[in-house]
């Protein structure tokens, strides 16, 4: 384990999105305890620049909302969706990939029919479609990524335990009559985690993104307010006002490239021998 | 090879089926009565109406029934009427599919040019200043939001410098024809493409990179050195050949993500496509619409999938030599 800390600590990149990171944790954990007042409420004039108040550093929008409360609001829906519906993704696609890869035969090939269904699907116009359909909430919008996300854990997941159900140790567990659900449990998945967690910080990343995009087009969550539906609200009047959409874009941003370094940290950290593979 | 083409031909058409499937029961489980909604949209709600509506779409049947008219109906390319705009939904997609098209198609081919261009350069001088620059451009572009990336380009390139125009097709009103018409699209295009491309063109880059990488390291490449080919020659001709086999088979992967790239930036620039057609039947929850452009998006990308399949058979050396 000091190992791999000493590893991450020395892969800069890695290090400097892990800061990054968990700036942006400690800004939605105590942001809003420092900034308790609505981010919908109007506190000065409508389109004031940025820089021009210390009350309101990053200037308010058209309706004279402050745009940092609304950066600082916005990082608990970004990092609260991102990392649920990755969760829900791994919940769903490490068992699918489990039971795929240790039974193989024709449940592998029904599973994976199902995961190639779904991969080929294109996955955004997915989520607009899904979100539309179920109404725009912070629910709909954790299932609809979710949804679009698992497939990818699925296939990693059967990949591995493909290789490792044949190793002496796999066959010594079934020799010994343990169930296979906990040779699954037990003895593959544990040996399965580095690249599943490399994967699951991508995905997070991807997941930010997503959500933004889907905010974006107004299908976020009428009553949070998020980075997409801010640089959504100020799309139309970005030729007066620049700061409206430059300052949350740049959150999102910053937050996603934290992620991406981290997982390219990890990877290297954990799988030595693919350091610096490509995606 | 042809049977392979049939095989893939037959894979595509039973996903697509399936889609259609899928997409029938999310209209069903879209808010309300379909025909009442319907008749909402039409801005009438009497009763006789509803239920002329219900006969006339056959709403009124076993759900079976009504699926294999669905199935059929979009056989002949019958996707449903959309009330909002007054037309078929077929009529207002393909009215808008040739600018998506050219909006892809351009984003595709810069990204993958430029791509593997970057890419190759990285892996050349891998661990000098153009490596590390390259790909530090390479990871920022892959963590930007599409969308803010549009915005950002208009902001520099139509606001500030006055460059290129930020919305549109073409220029309104000014009625160009011939070469002039042209030039003027084109430079409507270079915005949205090079947005779409961007981001993909960091993928590719990073793929590229990483597998000439790989390659350079395998026996057949020390053969080629060990026999005094030049260095360049190796490159180009054994290193690259093979390195891009990966590239393209993530291009097929990406296509999906390249019609939602079509999504936002076609709303960011107002480009009439189909990826605006479906932003405009989100804001009037126009849901016939909406699912009609999902599924002709999904059909394109089964198409795109079998494209770069071919194309994969066709550039791989080794099938060229068991040939």
Redesign the interface.
Known sequence: MSGFVRSMLRNPGGLIGLVVLVLVILVAIFGPLAFPNSPWRMVQRPFLPPFSLSAVPLGTDALGRDVLSGIIHGARVSLLVGLVSTIVALAVGIPLGSIAGYFGGRVDDALMRFT??F????????A???V????PSIYSIVASIAIVSWPPVARLVRGEVLSLRTREYVQAAVVTGQTHWRIIGREILPNALSPIIVLASLMV?TAI?LE??LS????GDPNLISW?YM??AG?TV??QA?WI??FP?LA??LS??AL??IGEGLNDALNPRLA???? | MLSFVAQRIVKGVIVLLAIIVLNFFLIRLAPGDPAVVMAGEAGASDQIFVAQLREKFGLDRPLPEQLFRYVKGIASFDLGFSFRQQAPVSKLILDRLPATLLLTMSAFAISLLFGILLGGIAARFAGTWADTAIMAAALLFYATPLFWLALMAILLFSVTLDWLPSFGYETVGANYTGLAHVLDVGAHLILPATTIGLFFMATYARMTRASMLQVNRLDFIKTARAKGLANRLIQRRHVLRNAILPVVSLAGVHSGTLVGGAVLTETVFAWPGIGRLMYEALIQRDYNLLLGVFVVCSAMVLIFNLITDLVYRVIDPRIEIAA
Not at chain 1, 216 to 219: N, T
Request: charged share 10%; no cysteine.
């Open positions: 190639e269904f991969q080929t699907i294109p996955s955004f116009a997915l607009i479609v899904l539309a359909i179920l109404q990343a993104l933004s995009s974006f087009l107004g299908l997409g640089v959504g799309r970005v030729r620049w959409t430059v874009g999102i941003l996603v490239l991406n370094l610096k593979g490509g995606r």
